[in-house]
């Protein structure tokens, strides 16, 4: 069994954590750490629950770190210290920071190790892509994973006589002006997220959000988004602000997007499909609403979403045992009734193309409440990732987002204008992907 060198990003060489020696009719233990939380936090729980009561030769040992931007730092600082877990949940945006360190056992290598059995050609190519290397061989394994839809108020709709979602960006503003003009106090709800406005409007779009295919090719990636079709849609937001057709929602204001739009104050918004089910058990007993894939600009042909969401990295420096629980645990994520059950208790979407036939051969999505789900898996392969539409591979991307969500917050105040904090968000994004390039000098993207 090969195992890569540890990289100097995370400082030190990591040796087998010693104290370990079970008797032998104890269970082999690994250590898993999560980053999701809340409902979906004592999900990951009873996931690991269930593993656990499956069979009896191996205990899975989950943590929860508070967070996913929480659980990538903590991983990191662990692994200096040499008390890192077997197993890590990293979202997205963590990718290339893991893909560089040289701190992980990668999947390939683990599948074959420990007899995996893995059909990599089973995972939807939206998803595989984001986490594969340019050979197109995924170092992590994905696990909860996600896309945008629009979420909207029928009943609202139907007071400007309408019964069907939006298609366009333009009949979805048309509409909302239709509707504040009908009485709909608020037809929008929106925060300073980036996922969804630039990440997936960017990828269905086929636009870029950064040179070198948003950094694919390259470390030497600048941000663009600036210039792209984004702007305008920022802008045109910001027109919808003005308007008193759309709203700001977050804690702040008192209720969050989610919030705003279960208890019927506002008639849309753009949310993960991981949150269907929150919506369908939140929402107030009258609300009637529905989903629909995220609109497009009307001169732009729809391409494929983004998958969001989070993968399972395996790391350096421990047992042989602790690497055979951990691959056991990984297999019995990857069961199709598995990926149901999880699928049914979050709103998540299978990763996999068997999963998803057996849901749809089982009858999982003809279930009413579950109605709309489906087409995440539809925007996410509503056409083969190109090269711009597959994903995005920048340093730091956690930072970045931060610096792109505190410009647009200033636009969307008032305090700046949106063009300067896009240029400002772009100029600073850069000065991120700048010190990341020089911190890994020398080295390749897999």
Excluded at 47 to 74: I, L, M, P, W
Excluded at 347 to 356: L, Q, R
């Amino acid at each position: 069994m090969q195992i890569r060198p540890f990289a100097a990003a995370f400082l030190a060489a990591s040796t087998f954590l010693g104290g370990h020696a079970a008797q032998a009719q104890e269970r082999q233990k690994f250590e898993f750490w999560y980053g999701l939380t809340g409902r979906l936090g004592e999900i990951m729980e009873e996931h690991c629950k269930r593993f656990n009561e499956s069979q009896t030769k191996y205990e899975a040992k989950c943590v929860g770190q508070g967070g996913y931007d929480k659980a990538e730092q903590n991983t990191i600082a662990a692994f200096r210290s040499k008390q890192h877990p077997t197993l890590v949940q990293i979202y997205d945006a963590g990718t290339v920071n893991f893909m560089l360190s040289g701190a992980t056992y990668n999947a390939p290598q683990l599948a074959k190790d420990f007899n995996m059995k893995i059909d990599w050609s089973a995972y939807f190519p939206g998803i595989a892509n984001y986490y594969a290397t340019s050979k197109g061989e995924m170092w992590s394994f994905p696990y909860n994973s996600s896309s945008a839809l629009l979420y909207w108020n029928k009943d609202a709709w139907a007071k400007i006589g309408k019964s069907k979602a939006p298609e366009t960006v333009e009949e979805w503003f048309d509409d909302l002006r239709a509707m504040k003009k009908a009485g709909v106090e608020c037809g929008f709800a929106f925060d300073y997220d980036t996922w969804m406005p630039l990440e997936q409007f960017s990828a269905i779009h086929n636009i870029p959000i950064a040179t070198k295919n948003n950094g694919y090719d390259g470390l030497d990636a600048e941000m663009v988004f600036n210039k792209t079709k984004f702007a305008d849609y920022m802008k045109d937001w910001k027109k919808l602000l003005d308007e008193g057709v759309a709203r700001i929602q977050t804690a702040q204001t008192g209720k969050t997007i989610l919030q705003a739009f279960t208890d019927g104050t506002c008639a849309s918004m753009l949310s993960s499909v991981a949150n269907h089910g929150v919506v369908g058990s939140t929402a107030k007993a009258d609300l009637k609403w529905g989903v629909a894939k995220l609109p497009v600009y009307k001169d732009f042909k729809r391409h494929n979403s983004l998958v969001g969401g989070a993968s399972l990295w395996v790391l350096q420096g421990k047992s042989k045992g602790e690497y055979e629980a951990a691959a056991a645990y990984i297999q019995f994520l990857l069961q199709p009734k598995e990926e149901q059950w999880f699928a049914d208790v979050t709103g998540y979407i299978p990763v996999t193309k068997t999963g998803f036939k057996a849901m749809v051969d089982g009858g999982f999505y003809a279930d009413p409440k579950r109605a709309g789900r489906e087409l995440a898996i539809e925007s996410l392969t509503f056409t083969p990732p190109t090269a711009v539409s597959r994903g995005i591979r920048l340093g730091n991307f956690t930072q970045i987002r931060a610096e792109i969500r505190a410009e647009l917050e200033a636009a969307f105040t008032g305090k700046k204008d949106m063009q300067a904090a896009l240029d400002e968000a772009v100029a600073r994004s850069n000065q991120i992907l700048r010190r990341f390039e020089q911190t890994f000098k020398g080295k390749q993207l897999p």
